[in-house]
């Protein structure tokens, strides 16, 4: 039975500013997957995830989404893909339904679909009772909502997501992470960075590592727990293991995973 096609292919991938940002990343996220990239700010994350979404152009190396190559047709890449940055990026004028209006007529959805679709999204994210008023008055952790919810209108494949519960209150992060969940279990890909470790290690399917542009542990929590030797250990001592001590440990565990 052939493998099927990873939700996203990361190969040797790099990008330079002043000094190497990403520096020749390899990852492979399986579809249906929570996937959360974990590192200390400057580690290369945001810039990975913004060559993902066709933001910047890596300096070489290769970048598929479901198949689809990013460089040879971004494009169709897009069409599957959704990408919520940790700044909400909405129109402030608009109100969430003439929000999602405007978004899912950028995707040339039907009108009759994207209004069914955008009122269970404004539903689920409890806000209801705001979407006829202008965006312009709304908290970030509001607008933060707005965004996923154009995010998703589409219904993409691979959602990449990040900081995604910045600014959001503990009721509205619960829902979500609900959401979230509910659609890595219909198979969508969610691959999320994130500074609050308790949410990867509750929620995420496998954990990445990077630093210094580079990845240098990954698996489920429990595998991190046995290569960092700690039975008992917390994501919070994993990770911070990791970071403080990148070069041997780090080499270590990536050798044991090739080999396995």
């Known amino acids: 039975m052939s493998e099927p096609i990873p939700a996203l292919s990361i190969r040797n991938l790099r990008k330079t500013f002043v000094e190497p940002a990403v520096d020749n990343l390899s990852l492979t996220i399986r579809p249906g997957e929570f996937y959360a990239l974990l590192g200390p700010n400057g580690a290369g994350k945001t810039t990975t995830l913004r060559m993902v979404a066709g933001l910047l152009t890596p300096d070489s190396g290769d970048i598929a989404i479901t198949g689809i190559d990013v460089g040879e047709h971004p494009v169709e890449a897009k069409r599957v893909l959704a990408w919520v940055p940790d700044e909400p990026m909405i129109y402030d004028k608009l109100t969430p339904v003439e929000y999602l209006e405007f978004v899912a007529g950028l995707w040339s959805m039907d009108g009759d679909v994207a209004r069914a679709k955008a009122d269970v999204l404004i539903d689920s994210l409890a806000l209801t009772r705001h979407a006829d008023e202008r965006c312009q008055g709304f908290s970030k952790g509001m607008k933060q909502k707005v965004a996923l919810a154009g995010a998703l209108i589409h219904d993409p494949k691979l959602i990449i997501l990040d900081e995604p519960l910045t600014g959001l209150d503990a009721r509205s992060a619960r829902q979500v992470k609900e959401i979230l969940r509910h659609l890595v279990s219909t198979g969508v890909t969610v691959i999320m960075t994130t500074h609050i470790l308790e949410v990867a290690e509750r929620m995420a399917d496998r954990i990445g590592v990077i630093a210094k542009g580079r990845l240098i542990a990954e698996g489920t929590l429990d ?18 293991t990791l970071v403080e001590e990148p070069t041997d440990q780090a080499r270590t565990m990536l050798d044991d995973d090739e080999a396995a």
């Open 223 to 240: 595998e991190l727990r046995r290569d960092a030797g700690g039975a008992g250990s917390s994501l919070e001592d994993i990770f911070l």
